[in-house]
């Protein structure tokens, strides 16, 4: 072995021993977030439920974002009377790596790397890469059945962190990473059988797929930018440094409310480390009192019926994000809309970690929790009123 290949070797196998899987860890810790009985305390009444594809898994992979952003793009499929096809997530998670890689090595190693992406990144992918159906590229190995990236990222890590270091990178260096990749999870098909017909990955997302990633917007709220002008969000899994349109906190769940009812779903980015973000349970709320305050018997209660929330303001809002109390987390898709009991309207979303939870992999947020909570959105243009669009100048 010669010292380059040591020198990798080495870089690889240190980063694979200490980085833990961040997706499993946040589950893991939600599993704490929870009461019993929780179910009986919620009388959910459907408003708006909108075509969604069958709930998703996972497993230990942090690419939530190509999951959720993919279902989108299978109701998306259904929204335009389409039959919609399970899109591989994986085939998209990969590619964003490469591009990832080239932007870490670029930058001489100061960005973000990891399984992290950005619901925008499935568009950028179909755009460059095309899309191929999941029974076409599956990522998992003869005795997978699902995802584990546990071993695999942190040696994708150590080539590029090798590469960003050295005094001048090789041209055969994504070379490398590619074969890591192929190792792992396969080769991607040059071309591939779906239903009788020869496709291509670009031909499918043309001509089966079907959506024009043109079509689609980024949105978000921060009172530190001007608002209804575009601006880069800085988080670490924005390595494309792609902009965002700004509107102010109330129009987060206005356009959410409007896309619903003209029959276009959400996807969602936000911060799920809340004490008051319940997986099993399947509620996330905003509670009037800090956890940290609250006695043993109203931890207890947290997930046994509807509760009163605080207003959240702009202020507050900025703030969590500038202390780190409101992280990016996760990617889910918003398909609709439901009432408790009391008339309180909470959106139902679909996540990726399977049908574990109390509601079989869905969720109900309140809208309280998505104006303090939510990272981002991405929608279809056409579901924004005229008078944002006009306002954000689409």
Request: hydrophobic residues 35%; charged residues 20%.
């Amino acid at each position: 072995m010669n010292w380059n290949k040591s020198i990798l070797l080495a870089a690889a196998l240190f980063s694979a021993a200490v980085q833990v899987n961040a997706q499993d860890n946040i589950i893991n810790a939600l599993k704490n977030n929870a009461s019993d009985n929780s179910k009986e305390g919620f009388k959910f009444t459907e408003v708006i439920n909108l075509g969604n594809t069958s709930i998703k898994n996972q497993g230990s992979s942090g690419t939530c974002w190509s999951y959720s952003g993919n279902s989108f793009l299978e109701s998306e499929m259904i929204r335009m009377g389409k039959q919609p096809v399970e899109i591989s997530q994986i085939f998209t998670a990969r590619n964003t790596y490469i591009e990832k890689a080239k932007n870490f090595v670029r930058l001489h190693g100061d960005q973000a790397q990891g399984d992290g992406g950005q619901l925008h990144d499935v568009l950028t992918i179909f755009r460059q890469y095309g899309a191929v159906p999941r029974e076409a590229y599956t990522g998992l190995q003869a005795d997978q059945s699902l995802n584990n990236f546990s071993e695999m990222g942190p040696l994708l890590q150590g080539i590029t962190e090798t590469v960003a270091k050295s005094r001048k990178p090789s041209s055969t260096w994504l070379k490398a990473f590619t074969a890591a990749m192929d190792a792992y999870l396969g080769e991607v098909p040059e071309s591939f059988q779906y239903k009788g017909k020869s496709y291509t990955p670009r031909t499918f997302a043309d001509q089966v797929v079907g959506i024009n990633p043109d079509d689609y917007v980024g949105i978000s709220s921060f009172d530190e930018h001007a608002y209804y002008k575009p601006f880069v969000l800085l988080i670490p899994d924005n390595w494309s440094f792609e902009r965002f349109y700004n509107v102010q906190i109330n129009d987060l769940t206005d356009i959410i409310d409007n896309a619903l009812k003209n029959g276009y779903t959400v996807a969602w980015a936000t911060d799920v480390s809340e004490k008051s973000f319940s997986w099993k349970n399947g509620v996330a709320y905003v509670p009037e009192k800090p956890f940290e305050k609250m006695s043993e018997e109203e931890r207890a209660n947290m997930f046994n019926g509807p509760k009163a929330e605080p207003a959240i303001t702009a202020v507050q809002r900025q703030e969590a994000f500038d202390d780190y109390s409101t992280t990016d987390d996760h990617g889910m898709h918003i398909v609709g809309l439901v009432k408790d009991q009391t008339g309180k309207e909470y959106y139902i979303v679909k996540n990726s970690w399977g049908e574990s939870n109390d509601y079989k992999g869905y969720m109900y947020a309140t809208k309280e929790y998505v104006r303090y909570k939510t990272i981002s959105i991405l929608l279809h243009k056409k579901a924004l009123t005229k008078n944002l669009s006009s306002k954000l100048g689409l």
